[in-house]
């Protein structure tokens, strides 16, 4: 079957749904506003959000007419929740765990301190009951969610002082969001929220001592090279960071069948593309922030790394006490976490260390 013939036949149902009152439907047309917390052709981030938004529109041969909005074309960055709840716009992209101040339930939709790696996090939302939590906290809000992205593994941060014990933590500003900022203000840090945009600026002129942001490849982009000398791994604080498409539940429940299964396939397509090529870009912009910058990597001990788990297990622990949604999302973290745990001591941690070893990588 010819693409054009097949993308005919998977959107059939759009003739039926042009008697609805809503979504916005104008010979056959769907209009579809997305907001996101990136900015407008940032690489990675930025241009995998981009990727979403093209995909749907191309997917339904424009039938879906996609507006995508970077932060703070629209809205701020922080405000994007909102103008999709209110109805303003059909669509955020962006990390779940920037709304944790309206429930901390959403924090463990993008990351947990000591969580789920991203196979991890992957089988949770499609065989470990996470697609069900989501849509249920969803609920609570208007919004209907579905992963659409994974930056994978993120590294510790960038610091300018040494960090060489848990008391180097304390008094320390740095930009950390989501549970992870919790976690560094039980160890004594003064954890600052800001969007990317703001991260570079803020470090330059010290009104932060440090920060986080996602990993080399991102990182180069932002320049955080200029402004901080010691580039710390691993990172605790988000182990799989996942990026949900969320979209007003109203706009979602009178979409066709057939424009629900394109809109999930096309983040289904970039949940898998946007790990990988982060994975695969990581690398060789480590090297150059190495061998072209001269930045200096520094692994986390194991007295500061502990300190990091004593203060997460707290950290998990309040979250679940937050109330009986929270505790059932976490309760179903956990329990992927602890069985995913014990094949992963058998699986792609020893294998890849031994790997590394022989080949001296």
């Known amino acids: 079957m010819e693409r054009r013939t097949f993308l005919k036949v998977a959107t059939g149902g759009a003739a039926a749904s042009a008697t609805l009152a809503a979504p916005a439907v104008a010979q ?78 959403w924090a463990p939709f993008t990351a ?107 990182d180069f982009f932002l320049k955080l090279y200029e402004a901080a000398q010691y580039y710390y791994w691993p990172g605790m604080h988000e182990p799989a960071s996942q990026v949900s498409l969320g979209m007003n539940a109203d706009w979602w429940s009178q979409l066709s069948d057939n424009d629900k299964r394109i809109i999930t396939l096309c983040c289904a397509e970039e949940n898998a593309m946007q790990p990988a090529e982060t994975n695969y870009q990581n690398g060789i912009y480590l090297n150059r922030l190495i061998d072209e910058y001269g930045v200096e990597l520094r692994e986390f001990n194991d007295d500061v790394y502990d300190a990091f788990g004593e203060a997460a297990s707290e950290v998990i622990e309040e979250t679940r006490d937050h109330s009986p949604l929270a505790a059932e999302i976490i309760d179903s973290f956990i329990e992927v976490r602890d069985n995913a745990g014990v094949w992963s001591n058998l699986s792609d941690a020893p294998y890849v260390a031994k790997r590394n070893r022989f080949l001296r990588i």
Not at 163 to 191: F, Q, T, Y
């Open 112 to 218: 947990v301190p000591f969580g789920l790696t991203y196979p991890e996090i992957d089988a949770w939302m499609k065989f470990g009951n996470g697609q069900a939590l989501l849509d249920k906290i969803g609920a609570e809000f208007g919004i209907k969610g579905i992963p659409c992205g994974n930056t994978g593994l993120q590294m510790g941060g960038w610091f300018n002082k040494e960090i060489n014990a848990p008391e180097d933590l304390r008094g320390l500003k740095m930009r950390i969001p989501g549970l992870g900022g919790d976690v560094m203000a039980k160890v004594g840090a003064s954890p600052v929220s800001l969007p990317g945009g703001q991260i570079y600026e803020n470090l330059v002129s010290g009104a932060i001592d440090a920060t986080e942001w996602v990993g080399p490849w991102n």
């Open 28 to 105: 056959e047309r769907i209009d579809m506003a997305i907001v996101s917390t990136w900015g407008r052709d940032f690489p990675g981030l930025g241009t995998s959000a981009q990727r979403v938004a093209a995909r749907i529109e191309e997917a339904t041969e424009g039938r879906i007419a996609v507006q995508y909005f970077a932060a703070g074309e629209r809205v701020g960055a922080f405000d994007s929740f909102d103008e999709v709840a209110s109805g303003n716009a059909q669509a955020y992209i962006g990390t779940d765990y920037y709304w944790k101040g309206k429930h901390p339930g």
